[in-house]
């Protein structure tokens, strides 16, 4: 069964510093990974996925399948990157209807 | 496109009531998803179908009932309400294939007295 793991509940930076959400994953396939995010009052929306390679709002994640993880980094953040960050998993083959996700990261930047 | 939504967006039952989650889409995806949102506990899988007339459960489903009877609709039935099922529920959906997003509602926040 495939497991996603963000190990911080909470993350606090300050306005510019770098931050990292960490993700780790167990799955034994080759993984379809994501990360979404959840502003305040808002639903949850896709940031990115590992297989477009790409950076959005200034956030890169890259997919280390020695290390089984996809951390979520920005290098200057900024105050209206504070929200839930979740990490999730697509097994893929039958299982393409449901994701796995993480427990999630609260992120609050501090001006 | 309206997206997804449901209804309704606030619920407060009495232990052993049911009651039925809305949730549709017009976005003629093929997969639909049920889960709910707890403090410290994530997103977790309640039911899920690939198509209409087709569901599953995912690791969460006890307590609830799923159908789909058609592409737009997935209802999420609580057979009788328990305290345990306050939360906030999310019902998503996606095209089918590899690596497409997944949409959310805006959710439903359901609290069980």
């Known amino acids: 069964a495939q497991r996603v793991t963000q190990p911080e509940k909470l993350l606090s930076v300050f306005k510019g510093a770098p931050v990292e959400l960490k993700c780790n994953y167990s799955?034994?396939?080759?993984?379809?990974l994501f990360w979404y995010v959840q502003y305040s009052r808002q639903r949850l929306q896709l940031l990115l996925r590992?297989?477009s390679r790409e950076s959005i709002k200034g956030f890169t994640a890259d997919l280390n399948k020695g290390e089984t993880s996809f951390h979520l980094k920005k290098p200057f953040a900024q105050e209206e990157d504070s929200a839930m960050y979740y990490c999730a998993l697509n097994a893929g083959g039958t299982s393409y209807g449901k994701l796995t996700f993480g427990q999630g990261t609260i992120l609050t930047v501090h001006p | 496109n309206a997206g997804v939504t449901q209804t309704p967006k606030f619920q407060v039952l009495k232990t052993g009531q049911s009651m039925t989650l809305q949730c549709a889409q017009d976005m003629n995806h093929e997969y639909m998803s049920w889960y709910r949102q707890d403090p410290g506990m994530g997103l977790r899988l309640i039911h899920y179908?690939?198509?209409?007339?087709?569901?599953d459960q995912g690791e969460v489903p006890n307590g609830y009932n799923v159908s789909r009877s058609t592409t737009e609709d997935f209802p999420l039935r609580l057979l009788s309400a328990a305290p345990s099922q306050t939360s906030v529920y999310f019902c998503?959906?996606?095209?089918?294939?590899?690596?497409?997003?997944?949409?959310f509602g805006p959710g439903t926040r359901l609290t069980v007295l």
């Open positions: 590992h297989i």
């Open positions: 799955y034994s396939g080759s993984p379809e």
């Open positions: 998503a959906s996606r095209l089918a294939g590899a690596n497409n997003e997944q949409f």
């Open positions: 179908s690939v198509g209409a007339g087709i569901t």
